[in-house]
């Protein structure tokens, strides 16, 4: 019968895997927040999983009753990765097969005519930066190095002499590009040269037993890597304080 609908209780086991977390290929599980037989409610937290920088909670996606769960504390998991197995029970409708449907026959579409061309304009070739044809005595050779004015702005403002930049445009024009590729080459060389970067000191190893009794506690990823830098932070970084008297009693005048 047409439009009839059917209701019915299905249940199904569903597996939950690890959503899109971001460019993280492997997160660590620090915390289970439901047990085998638990019965949750959609978007109630399953897991809990830390990366170098955050922790977050993977929800569930629907109700149902937890049947598996297929990670523990300690595990690394990444976008897929299945995290456990429910049981789901909910209702489904199942509707009556519709008519296909006619087939109706439409009179072709007349072609419609196609849009003339738009006339070119006769200034249709771009001039770079609005600068004027080079004259013979700026041509490649010349003392000073041929740039339009843009360009020689963009070199002051990153500290680039234009004597120094090879150009690839017409005539040996410097362009925007040359400038941007030498800069790039210039830093890709000086960072290959040794003692180029400035290195911190490696972090000292210290026997804090000699201090007296120690008790060692877990830390978290997080934990470990910010305390890390915090510490060598502490150690590498001047500790300045600076006070600056000013006489102000004219002001409030």
């Given at each position: 019968m047409d439009g009839l609908?059917?209701?019915?209780?299905?249940?199904?086991?569903?597996?939950?895997?690890?959503?899109d977390i971001g460019e993280f290929e492997s997160v660590e599980v620090i915390e289970l927040l439901v047990a085998v037989g638990d019965e949750i409610?959609?978007?109630?937290?399953?897991?809990v999983l830390e990366s170098d920088k955050a922790s977050m909670d993977i929800p569930a996606p629907y109700g149902g009753v937890v049947k598996e769960l297929k990670v523990k504390v300690g595990d690394h998991v990444s976008k897929g990765s299945p995290i456990a197995v429910m049981?789901?029970?909910?209702?489904?409708?199942?509707?009556a097969p519709a008519p296909a449907p006619k087939k109706e026959t439409k009179p072709a579409a007349k072609e419609a005519p196609?849009?003339?061309?738009?006339?070119?304009?006769?200034?249709?070739?771009?001039?770079?930066?609005d600068e004027p044809e080079e004259t013979p005595e700026l041509a490649e050779g010349a003392k000073h190095p041929h740039a339009s004015p843009s360009v020689r702005r963009f070199a002051r403002e990153l500290g680039v002499n234009l004597a120094e930049v090879p150009g690839t445009g017409r005539k040996g024009r410097i362009l925007?590009?040359?400038?941007?590729?030498f800069v790039k080459h210039a830093l890709s060389v000086a960072g290959k040269r040794?003692?180029?970067?400035?290195k911190t000191p490696p972090i000292p190893e210290v026997d804090f037993t000699q201090f007296g009794e120690i008790e060692t506690q877990p830390l978290t990823k997080i934990q470990k890597v910010s305390g890390r830098?915090?510490?060598r932070s502490w150690l590498n970084i001047p500790h300045v304080t600076q006070f600056d008297e000013?006489?102000?009693t004219e002001l409030e005048a």
């Amino acid at each position: 019968m047409d439009g009839l609908r059917a209701e019915r209780d299905i249940v199904a086991l569903k597996e939950i895997q690890v959503p899109d977390i971001g460019e993280f290929e492997s997160v660590e599980v620090i915390e289970l927040l439901v047990a085998v037989g638990d019965e949750i409610k959609a978007d109630q937290g399953l897991v809990v999983l830390e990366s170098d920088k955050a922790s977050m909670d993977i929800p569930a996606p629907y109700g149902g009753v937890v049947k598996e769960l297929k990670v523990k504390v300690g595990d690394h998991v990444s976008k897929g990765s299945p995290i456990a197995v429910m049981e789901v029970t909910g209702e489904i409708e199942e509707a009556a097969p519709a008519p296909a449907p006619k087939k109706e026959t439409k009179p072709a579409a007349k072609e419609a005519p196609k849009p003339a061309a738009p006339a070119k304009a006769a200034d249709e070739e771009t001039v770079e930066d609005d600068e004027p044809e080079e004259t013979p005595e700026l041509a490649e050779g010349a003392k000073h190095p041929h740039a339009s004015p843009s360009v020689r702005r963009f070199a002051r403002e990153l500290g680039v002499n234009l004597a120094e930049v090879p150009g690839t445009g017409r005539k040996g024009r410097i362009l925007k590009d040359d400038v941007q590729n030498f800069v790039k080459h210039a830093l890709s060389v000086a960072g290959k040269r040794p003692g180029s970067r400035w290195k911190t000191p490696p972090i000292p190893e210290v026997d804090f037993t000699q201090f007296g009794e120690i008790e060692t506690q877990p830390l978290t990823k997080i934990q470990k890597v910010s305390g890390r830098n915090l510490h060598r932070s502490w150690l590498n970084i001047p500790h300045v304080t600076q006070f600056d008297e000013a006489d102000i009693t004219e002001l409030e005048a």
